[in-house]
């Protein structure tokens, strides 16, 4: 099921944003998810504040050679993934 | 409450980019920080870093698990390491480019010092995971271990019963587990019940699952025993049965549908019942390293079983040192060990030719094929140790069999 458009994704306890030898890593129990260019710029908008659907809009403007809707499709994708690895809560 | 074992073995530990598709799609017009790729490349060094730090504590423990994953030898109180000591090992491991530690032990909380250890860890910059039975803890020092920066708390069950739990564990210590449920849900940390799973307690999987459902954990943990040291002592009453193997299986991928985005299931499967071995530690020397209650580095729990390794101690060297130039860590790094038919096989890369610490209990050559593999020429051995267990009359009986249970160091 992907996620809903208005919800707003935050991390879940036991996740957050680490870095070692300057590369971003998204640290989650017993594992660890590298970040980079895309995938950080959504895991930083799972703050609680960012809806799913800004989160989609800002990146459709910082990747805009990329084709809108795969942007959206990815990004869905990528939250589905996390939400599934339990690294996500979404508040309605 | 060494239990990692069981977990760490089947090493999964994700540490690529999962964002393949995303990568890909967005790959022409240039991210903006492709400077941070760039830099790990150029900084890759032959030997990889290790990526976790598992910190065995202290051998000492409340509980008496027959499976418990510390050497049939263990270190008492007075060669534990200090505080001063661990905590150099911390800022050490972060240095080397370790993201995250394991606490376990023994039980790591029967260390009066553990708040501070964690607070240690935390500020070196690592991910701090805590494998405990409970016992010790009580609401205040769960507030202060949190405090200090605790991630994640893995709490271990032995069972979803009461009967079964204390049995396993040679005390009383189910009720306990409970209470510390309850003050978990006050606290932001994140929560896996872990439970070790065996002929005994394989046809409870449903009500562990529904005690988990009930709590405020996000992960489980099915971690079939793994058997090395007590375990192997007492694998006769422990190995399940493949009927029971088959329908765990069948239960557990349908609850990994249902409970999807709610809670995560992991589960490992008993070697013996694998066509191919698990890539034993994530690869020799390659992802963990361990560091045991006396400060001996070993690249897997039970490597002190494998005749002529010596280990270096923390004590004398640095981590870095020791994770690329000890001959412990090199031994069976990379394939120039591997005998026939790992040297040639297509699957090396994934499984490593299994587990070093079974081909020296199985095949009495720590060098040899993991016997649990299907084209090793000892598969046999385990296959007739898999015809007993599901031919004898014992194999369902409930009558309790004479454990050997792990006891207390001084």
């Given at each position: 099921?992907?996620?809903?458009?208005?919800?707003?994704?935050?991390?879940?306890?036991?996740?957050?944003?680490?870095?070692?030898?300057?590369?971003?890593?998204?640290?989650?129990?017993?594992?660890?998810?590298?970040?980079?260019?895309?995938?950080?710029?959504?895991?930083?908008?799972?703050?609680?504040?960012?809806?799913?659907?800004?989160?989609?809009?800002?990146?459709?403007?910082?990747?805009?050679?990329?084709?809108?809707?795969?942007?959206?499709?990815?990004?869905?994708?990528?939250?589905?993934?996390?939400?599934?690895?339990?690294?996500?809560?979404?508040?309605? | 409450?060494?239990?990692?074992?069981?977990?760490?073995?089947?090493?999964?530990?994700?540490?690529?980019?999962?964002?393949?598709?995303?990568?890909?799609?967005?790959?022409?017009?240039?991210?903006?920080?492709?400077?941070?790729?760039?830099?790990?490349?150029?900084?890759?060094?032959?030997?990889?870093?290790?990526?976790?730090?598992?910190?065995?504590?202290?051998?000492?423990?409340?509980?008496?698990?027959?499976?418990?994953?510390?050497?049939?030898?263990?270190?008492?109180?007075?060669n534990e390491l200090s505080?001063e000591v661990w905590s150099r090992v911390?800022k050490e491991a972060?240095?080397a480019?370790?993201?995250?530690?394991?606490?376990?032990?023994?039980?790591?909380?029967?260390?009066?010092?553990?708040?501070?250890?964690?607070?240690?860890?935390?500020?070196?910059?690592?991910?701090?995971?805590?494998?405990?039975?409970?016992?010790?803890?009580?609401?205040?020092?769960?507030?202060?271990?949190?405090?200090?920066?605790?991630?994640?708390?893995?709490?271990?069950?032995?069972?979803?019963?009461?009967?079964?739990?204390?049995?396993?564990?040679?005390?009383?210590?189910?009720?306990?587990?409970?209470?510390?449920?309850?003050?978990?849900?006050?606290?932001?940390?994140?929560?896996?019940?872990?439970?070790?799973?065996?002929?005994?307690?394989?046809?409870?999987?449903?009500?562990?699952?529904?005690?988990?459902?009930?709590?405020?954990?996000?992960?489980?943990?099915?971690?079939?025993?793994?058997?090395?040291?007590?375990?192997?002592?007492?694998?006769?009453?422990?190995?399940?049965?493949?009927?029971?193997?088959?329908?765990?299986?069948?239960?557990?991928?349908?609850?990994?549908?249902?409970?999807?985005?709610?809670?995560?299931?992991?589960?490992?499967?008993?070697?013996?019942?694998?066509?191919?071995?698990?890539?034993?530690?994530?690869?020799?020397?390659?992802?963990?390293m361990?560091i045991t209650p006396s400060g001996d580095a070993l690249?897997?729990?039970?490597?002190?079983?494998?005749?002529?390794l010596s280990f270096q101690n923390v004590k004398d060297r640095s981590l870095r040192e020791i994770w690329e130039q000890s001959a412990a860590f090199?031994?069976?790094?990379?394939?120039?060990?591997?005998?026939?038919?790992?040297?040639?096989?297509?699957?090396?890369?994934?499984?490593?030719?299994?587990?070093?610490?079974?081909?020296?209990?199985?095949?009495?050559?720590?060098?040899?094929?993991?016997?649990?593999?299907?084209?090793?020429?000892?598969?046999?051995?385990?296959?007739?140790?898999?015809?007993?267990?599901?031919?004898?009359?014992?194999?369902?009986?409930?009558?309790?069999?004479?454990?050997?249970?792990?006891?207390?160091?001084?």
């Open positions: 099921m992907p996620p809903e458009l208005n919800s707003r994704p935050h991390l879940a306890p036991g996740c957050r944003l680490g870095e070692s030898n300057q590369q971003r890593m998204l640290l989650m129990p017993e594992r660890a998810l590298r970040l980079n260019g895309p995938s950080l710029e959504i895991v930083e908008r799972c703050d609680g504040h960012h809806t799913v659907q800004q989160i989609i809009l800002d990146l459709q403007k910082i990747y805009s050679k990329a084709g809108p809707q795969k942007v959206e499709q990815d990004i869905l994708g990528y939250l589905a993934l996390l939400q599934k690895e339990r690294a996500l809560d979404f508040e309605l | 409450m060494a239990i990692l074992l069981f977990c760490k073995r089947n090493v999964l530990w994700i540490s690529s980019c999962s964002a393949g598709i995303l990568e890909a799609s967005f790959r022409f017009c240039g991210g903006p920080d492709r400077i941070g790729m760039t830099f790990l490349l150029t900084m890759t060094p032959t030997i990889p870093n290790p990526l976790a730090l598992i910190a065995e504590l202290t051998h000492r423990c409340p509980l008496h698990c027959v499976y418990c994953s510390n050497p049939l030898e263990l270190q008492s109180r007075t505080t911390f972060a240095e480019g370790v993201l995250q530690a394991n606490f376990t032990g023994g039980e790591p909380l029967a260390r009066l010092d553990i708040v501070d250890l964690v607070r240690a860890a935390r500020s070196a910059g690592l991910y701090i995971n805590l494998i405990t039975s409970g016992l010790p803890l009580d609401e205040t020092k769960l507030a202060a271990l949190v405090e200090a920066g605790l991630d994640h708390i893995q709490l271990s069950f032995q069972g979803a019963r009461e009967e079964t739990a204390n049995e396993i564990s040679g005390t009383k210590s189910h009720a306990q587990k409970l209470r510390v449920l309850e003050w978990l849900r006050r606290h932001r940390v994140a929560v896996t019940l872990n439970f070790v799973i065996h002929r005994r307690n394989i046809d409870q999987l449903e009500e562990m699952l529904a005690l988990t459902e009930s709590s405020c954990a996000t992960r489980i943990e099915f971690a079939n025993v793994q058997y090395y040291g007590w375990a192997f002592a007492n694998r006769e009453n422990l190995l399940p049965t493949r009927t029971q193997l088959n329908h765990s299986v069948e239960l557990l991928k349908r609850e990994q549908e249902r409970l999807r985005g709610k809670i995560r299931i992991e589960f490992v499967v008993p070697d013996y019942y694998a066509k191919y071995p698990k890539p034993c530690m994530g690869g020799w020397g390659r992802k963990l361990l690249p897997c729990h039970a490597a002190q079983v494998i005749p002529g090199q031994k069976f790094r990379g394939e120039d060990w591997m005998q026939q038919p790992c040297k040639t096989c297509d699957r090396r890369e994934q499984d490593f030719g299994g587990c070093r610490c079974q081909a020296l209990l199985l095949a009495g050559d720590a060098a040899a094929t993991d016997p649990v593999c299907s084209l090793a020429p000892l598969r046999p051995k385990v296959d007739g140790i898999l015809a007993a267990i599901n031919t004898a009359p014992s194999a369902q009986n409930f009558v309790q069999p004479s454990w050997l249970y792990r006891p207390n160091p001084a």
